[in-house]
């Protein structure tokens, strides 16, 4: 037996007193500047970001601190070439990112998981996918703003070298070659760092243990390839056969790797230990391998951003 | 002095997932790296030293001593749950001291067992090089636990300069500068091992009398320090 509902009455009167009052709501209408202007949006915040600029004072320190000591030793060395009238520069242009590779590693440990850590932290990942932009346009933003900023880093102390080498007459067309040639290395170093290290640190949203994990990766594995390549040198000169063993153990580790396309194609002197790189065979499997794990590491964070949940 | 569970909850959030990941990775990569270096070259008294020196002693140890370190109060104090700890009737210096117990054992298990293990496999300690470096890796893991205990209730950006200091300070500017090498860490540790090892295999270039003032300076300050930060602990708003 069903019980009665009670019939909702209405306590006032309905009728003539209700009404919907327009109260002047308008649509928008001005111009919806859509997907790409957001994606570049996106890509310049993250871009000034990574510099601290538009943030905090204390996070401006550290990314300006780095940016300084990297060019610093470039400063000198001008000054000292200048100075002396050098025929050459003291380093060469392929060679100073290889030197500096504990800053731009700590560069990179301290920016990627700022790009993208917070935004898993706070919960803001969803609230971008709520705009125009889709998973690939965030990716894209996200690795275009970081190898941007780490080429910047990068570039900088190049430029300084190679204004410094045109102030003090050295031969232009030399220069300029060796300078093409950076730029093209660090190019395809910030192209590679700025992908292991988004890739590591979307996969955290802790801040601390993202920028312990990306240090981890690159500087551990370039410890252990040195290592392991030091004890083959001496092991070759022993008269072991192992001077192509210094070759393949440099592929496991980002530095080496950078070193090994450029000794290969961009006609520097290799850092392994003998000095002997890879050959120009061996040159494209390296540069394979590189551009491998670019592209892995951009098909890893699609796949990482492909659901993000609340 | 020491809270259980302080100490417990400490021990869940240093070994919890992911952490315990890292943690674990890098110690098997260093036995990983001596079994093919072993392999590679035989044993050789001098890659041995090499290794543990290079790889084991200036690398992995700053960094497990990192992540342990900063790891024991940093994440607390960033997500603001450090308060509910302050708030119950344990001393704050108690808390500390329990944590720094926790973070040089975390980090002795993870850097000196390893060390000890590798150090094996390389030559079986001949000349006592295992057992010299294992002992520079405890005596590391101490000083290197309560100096990035201090960096974490000190800054929020504790790991970054943590990692600062081990790698650009102790590996770049102890390259080049003499003077820089006095002030590390590592060169004390050196130092104390140099006396285990006795040959000339292992060398520091600090006495040993300095570095074992110096270690004990450092690491009582530090965690005196960290005490009396977080009893006046502010909460600062993210970034």
């Known amino acids: 037996m069903a019980v009665e509902q009670p019939t909702r009455t209405p306590v006032t009167q309905s009728g003539d007193q209700t009404r919907i009052h327009n109260i002047g709501y308008r649509t928008y209408d001005g111009p919806r500047l859509g997907r790409s202007y957001a994606t570049r949006s996106l890509y310049s915040q993250s871009l000034r970001g990574a510099y601290g600029l538009g943030r905090s004072v204390k996070s401006k320190v550290l990314p300006m601190l780095l940016f300084v000591v990297m060019c610093v030793p470039a400063a000198i060395m001008v000054a000292v070439a200048v100075a002396t009238k050098a025929k050459d520069l003291p380093v ?5 990112a290889i030197i500096m590779q504990a800053v731009i590693s700590l560069y990179v440990a301290s920016q990627a998981p700022q790009s993208v850590s917070r935004d898993l932290r706070f919960k803001t990942v969803p609230l971008y996918f709520s705009r125009p932009i889709e998973t690939a346009d965030y990716v894209r933003a996200k690795f275009a703003a970081l190898a941007s900023a780490l080429f910047l880093l990068t570039a900088a102390p190049l430029l300084v070298l190679y204004v410094g080498a045109l102030l003090a007459k ?3 067309a030399d220069q300029t070659k060796g300078f093409a040639q950076g730029l093209v290395s660090v190019a395809l170093l910030s192209l590679l760092f700025a992908g292991l290290g988004l890739v590591i640190a979307s996969v955290t949203p802790r801040r601390g243990f993202g920028i312990a994990a990306v240090i981890a990766v690159l500087t551990i594995s370039y410890g252990a390839v040195s290592t392991l390549q030091a004890i083959a040198d001496a092991q070759s000169i022993d008269g072991g056969g192992s001077a192509d063993a210094i070759t393949w153990i440099g592929l496991f580790s980002p530095v080496t790797l950078i070193d090994g396309v450029q000794s290969a194609f961009l006609g520097a002197s290799s850092a392994f230990p003998g000095g002997v790189g890879p050959s120009n065979g061996e040159g494209v499997v390296y540069v394979l391998v590189t551009l491998g794990l670019i592209a892995a590491s951009y098909g890893l964070l699609m796949r990482r951003y492909r659901k993000v949940g609340l | 002095m020491y809270d259980p569970t302080v100490a417990r909850l400490t021990y869940r959030a240093l070994l919890g997932r992911r952490r315990a990941l890292i943690l674990g990775a890098l110690p098997l990569l260093l036995i990983a790296v001596s079994v093919v270096v072993r392999g590679l070259a035989g044993a050789d008294d001098q890659t041995a030293s090499d290794l543990l020196g290079g790889l084991a002693l200036a690398t992995m140890v700053p960094i497990i001593g990192v992540i342990a370190g900063t790891g024991a109060i940093g994440p607390e104090i960033d997500d603001g749950s450090v308060v509910y700890l302050l708030s119950k009737p344990v001393k704050r210096s108690t808390i500390i001291f329990t944590k720094l117990i926790v ?7 993870f850097s000196a067992l390893p060390t000890f293990i ?5 030559n079986g300690n001949g000349q006592q090089i295992a057992v010299a470096y294992t002992v520079a890796a405890l005596v590391a893991s101490i000083a290197y636990a309560a ?4 960096l974490g209730t000190v800054s929020r ?15 770049l500017f102890g390259s080049l500068v003499a003077g820089a090498r006095t ?7 050196l130092a104390v091992a140099q006396k285990v090892a006795g040959g000339d295999m292992v060398t520091s270039d600090v006495a040993l009398p300095t570095a074992t003032v110096l270690l004990a300076v450092v690491t009582v300050l530090a965690t005196w320090y960290a005490g009396q930060k977080l ?7 993210e970034e």
Not at chain 1, 92 to 96: G, L, P, Q
Request: charged fraction near 10%.
């Open chain 1, 92 to 96: 060469d242009y392929t060679r100073y």
């Open chain 1, 170 to 172: 050295l031969d232009f």
């Open chain 2, 103 to 109: 973070a040089i054992a975390v980090t002795m298990v």
């Open chain 2, 118 to 122: 590798a150090g094996f496999i390389l």
């Open chain 2, 147 to 150: 100096l990035f205990l201090l």
């Open chain 2, 157 to 171: 950006h504790a790991v970054v300069f943590g990692l600062v200091y081990a790698l650009v300070w102790e590996a």
């Open chain 2, 183 to 189: 002030l590390s860490v590592q060169q004390w540790a």
């Open chain 2, 231 to 237: 009893r006046s602990l502010t909460l600062a708003g």
